[in-house]
């Protein structure tokens, strides 16, 4: 490198002169703590909860209010484990399965509201109305599994045109929660669409979720036994009712149907998640 001298007005040409030097082995920047990054993640809901407080009585004249605002918490709790992109991906997938039951119990009749999120632990729909029978909640239980299948081959689809392990990772996922879902306990759909073959099942799918919880313990399975426990005692005590005898009185067209669906259901998951598995790291 070449420096040129600088000519003062008062003599010659004094010596060049270059910027400091950058000491070796200068420090770099810590990267931000998990408290930094709680902070910065938390201000936009903080200021969420603000304009929520400030305008709710505006805002809850809208019927989707209550939707995009427990999808955005969800979204962001889900974001704060394992990032924005994959809590976006997960959220939709949701968003789509929940929407299977909104609009087939529309279909049949049944009021219904949209869905509402609740953080890590899915979302749910609620009925103004209740089924005419073990049918039409066999029907509205499968449907949002058949959904979020639907939207899991589609985000897989997206993985294979952009080369996106993550998207691979979303549909691996989707299909997961399915097939969880399909467990026969209520208040899972899976327990919903067993309405309609025999409320016996219940009992099975309960002892086999407890079994699980004894040999892999999870805090959201006691919640699920305690919910199914109670919803099953409650129908098994009625059961001789003449209403619960109308409400479970099918064809044995409905019950095949609903039988195919079921286990052709689960076949098609664990295909996907046999035949796509999760890329590895």
């Avoid at 009021?111 to 909640?137: N, Q, R, T």
């Amino acid at each position: 490198m070449h420096a040129e001298g600088v000519t003062t007005p008062d003599g010659p040409p004094t010596e060049p002169t270059y910027p400091p030097p950058v000491p070796y082995g200068a420090p770099v920047p810590a990267p931000p703590t998990l408290t930094e990054r709680l902070r910065r993640l938390a201000a936009p809901v903080i200021a969420a909860v603000v304009g929520v407080a400030k305008y709710g009585a505006i805002l809850l004249k809208f019927k989707a209010f209550t939707l995009v605002f427990s999808m955005v918490a969800s979204l962001w709790a889900y974001a704060l484990l394992y990032g924005w992109q994959f809590a976006l991906g997960f959220v939709l997938l949701i968003f789509i399965h929940e929407m299977g039951h909104v609009i087939v119990l529309r279909a049949r009749g049944i009021e219904a509201g949209l869905p509402v999120f609740l953080p890590f632990l899915g979302a749910f729909v609620s009925m103004k109305s209740a089924p005419k029978s073990a049918y039409d909640e066999s029907l509205s239980g499968i449907a949002g599994p058949v959904f979020g299948v639907l939207g899991a081959f589609g985000a897989l689809g997206l993985a294979g045109v952009y080369h996106s392990d993550l998207l691979r990772v979303i549909a691996y996922f989707g299909f997961l929660i399915n097939l969880f879902n399909l467990l026969p306990v209520l208040p899972l759909d899976g327990g919903r669409t067993v309405a309609s073959l025999s409320p016996k099942i219940w009992l099975a799918g309960l002892l086999m979720l407890l079994g699980y919880e004894v040999w892999r313990p999870s805090p959201m399975i006691p919640i699920i036994l305690l919910i199914g426990g109670f919803e099953l005692y409650r129908r098994w005590k009625g059961r001789n009712s003449e209403a619960s005898k109308a409400y479970f009185t099918l064809t044995m067209q409905q019950r095949l149907n609903i039988g195919g669906a079921y286990v052709g259901l689960i076949v098609v998951i664990l295909w996907a998640m046999h035949s796509y598995p999760l890329p590895p790291r």
